[in-house]
């Protein structure tokens, strides 16, 4: 059993959090003996740094174990999180410190886990010689993170990420006072902890899709209808690529519709919307939830109120759904890597897609916040050698490489809100006359995908969709 002194950085000696406290009490593999640090600002304190740096120099000497956590007071730890980065560092000896990304700063996915330009201080593990050997400063345009990072590699020490060490940034809203603690530039009022978060209930959702004029009859007569037909009155950001005057009036028509026109230039609407739907989310406030899906073949059959339910819960991470087979079941994933022009990139896609559980990017959920996260990564990585040269639909290796590459940042829910039809096994499912599906093994289907036009029948069909019926009791997946 590995001993660990962990720092804990509090504004106050005032009693931790119970969700911090039960983080850190749940932790395996360690015994931890915690310290308080108080992280009060004096009145000649020039900024939140000082006061910071200050308040880590005085607790780099509490303790004799040979490893040292420092962790701010909002923070909440997984179980495995202060064993998997005392690991890291045995396994690392030229590492200095190794840390559990909590604000999220590897979703930029450009940064290397083992060298990214900041390593934030929230939740960081010390070998205690290093420690003992560093001086917390900070400069007019440096945070003491920043400095810590420069001064460890001038010395030819290692400072990064762990990707397997998990940890939550939970700041509760009265966090927003203006008192200077251990990061005031991360608050937010997104804790699914917070009491307030818990009375309001979920916010209201927007809903993103994104067709041609392939698909634009498709949306309008299917996707729109049986959205609205499921009781469902959120408003919906349909950018339309290529579509004729009178398409685009059809479409405007449609009430709770906001059409974004966009001249079709024959990329892929799959392409296209991860960088034009940046245009709305970017704009919006960052805890709004947001989904998106396919728009040619999506048939909504219930309530998106539990979505809305788990984004809150989940604010800080992407929900997606996975598909119904993997590699090698998914032949498919052999073909989507080769498109990749460069060989060494190449490798790399077919090794992530086909040593992980495969995602079906058709649909995402999350907060403006984390949805906008995966947009500008996934939208660089298509423009970028890691998928130069992916087709139609290249957006699924975006969505593979981006998760799979950011472990913490993304999490799979019920595949009911994306059920995806192609690949799934006849034995599975029911699919009646007029489109709605029924789940063998009893779970919900909130959203029906008939990907690979394997609901297309449904267009010569006589059978009309039921007239609007009452929404089935709400049904949160576990």
């Known amino acids: 059993m590995m001993h660990v002194d962990l720092l804990l950085l509090s504004r106050d000696l005032t009693p931790p959090r119970p969700d911090v406290w039960e983080g850190n009490q749940a932790q395996r593999g360690v015994l931890l003996c915690v310290y308080r640090l108080t992280g009060t600002p004096r009145p000649g304190d020039l900024n939140r740094w000082e006061t910071i740096a200050r308040a880590r120099n005085q607790g780099r000497t509490l303790g004799a174990s040979p490893w040292v956590m420092c962790l701010d007071d909002d923070v909440v730890l997984e179980p495995d999180c202060l064993a998997q980065l005392v690991e890291g560092l045995q396994r690392r000896p030229e590492f200095a410190a190794l840390a559990a990304d909590s604000a999220g700063e590897m979703s930029r996915i450009w940064e290397h886990w083992d060298y990214p330009t900041h390593v934030g201080m929230a939740a960081v593990m010390f070998r205690r010689q290093r420690l003992a050997e560093l ?19 001038a010395a030819s020490q290692g400072i990064g990420y762990h990707p397997g060490a998990l940890a939550w940034h939970r700041p509760l809203p009265a966090a927003r006072s203006g008192s200077q603690g251990p990061d005031p530039d991360r608050q937010n009022d997104r804790s699914p902890q917070s009491p307030a978060a818990a009375r309001r209930g979920p916010r209201p959702g927007r809903i993103l899709a994104a067709f041609d004029r392939r698909d634009q009859h498709r949306f309008r007569t299917q996707f729109l209808p049986t959205l609205r037909d499921s009781g469902n009155h959120e408003p919906v950001w349909a950018f339309a690529y290529g579509l004729f005057p009178s398409e685009l009036a059809r479409l405007e028509a449609q009430p709770g519709a906001t059409v974004m026109p966009v001249p079709h230039d024959g990329v892929c609407p799959a392409l296209r919307r991860l960088r ?4 709305v989310v970017a704009a919006w406030p960052e805890e709004t939830p947001v989904a998106y899906w396919d728009a040619g073949d999506i048939l909504f059959q219930g309530p998106l109120e539990p979505l809305w339910h788990l984004v809150d819960a989940h604010p800080d991470v992407l929900l997606i759904t996975a598909e119904p087979k993997s590699y090698p079941e998914n032949p498919v994933i052999r073909i989507w890597a080769d498109w990749v022009i460069d060989p060494s990139a ?18 995402a959920a999350g907060t403006a916040s984390a949805l906008l996260s995966y947009l500008r990564a996934g ?8 998928l130069l040269g992916v087709d139609h639909w290249g957006d699924q290796v975006a969505l593979n490489l981006y998760c799979h590459s950011n472990p913490g940042c993304w999490k799979t829910i019920d595949r009911g809100w994306n ?12 699919v009646a006359l007029d489109g709605r599906a029924k789940r063998l093994d009893d779970g919900p289907v909130h959203v029906l995908h008939g990907n690979d036009r394997s609901l297309r029948w449904l267009e010569l069909s006589p059978w009309k969709r039921p007239a609007p019926h009452a929404a089935p009791s709400p049904h949160v997946p576990g």
Not at 135 to 153: N, P, V
Not at 276 to 279: M, S
Not at 379 to 386: E, F, K, T
């Open 346 to 363: 190449r490798d790399r896609a077919f090794e992530i897609m086909s040593t992980n559980v495969f995602l079906n990017s058709g649909f």
């Open 419 to 430: 059920y995806s039809l192609a690949g799934r096994e006849p034995e599975e499912f029911q």
């Open 135 to 153: 001086t917390f400063r900070w400069e007019d345009d440096k945070c003491e993170c920043l400095c810590c990072c420069e001064d460890l590699r």
């Open 379 to 386: 939208d660089h990585l298509l423009n970028s050698p890691a």
């Open 276 to 279: 034009d739907f940046q245009r």
